[in-house]
């Protein structure tokens, strides 16, 4: 999307859950700036193999 410097100013960071299952979950997050410009997006899936209790 676009390099983030040092002086790009104030980031807003935001994560959340898409979809949380037993087995499966996926993920999104963000890197916006104040005045709404993304310098970053991501999305992950992950694969719950094991819970301890």
Known sequence: MSPI???SGEMRVTGH???GGRTVI???G???A???RIYAH???TC???GRKP
């Open 5 to 7: 410097f040092a002086d």
């Open 17 to 19: 859950v898409v979809s």
């Open 26 to 28: 996926t993920l999104e």
């Open 30 to 32: 963000c890197i916006e």
């Open 34 to 36: 104040a005045q709404g």
């Open 42 to 44: 991501g999305t992950s």
């Open 47 to 49: 694969l719950v193999v």
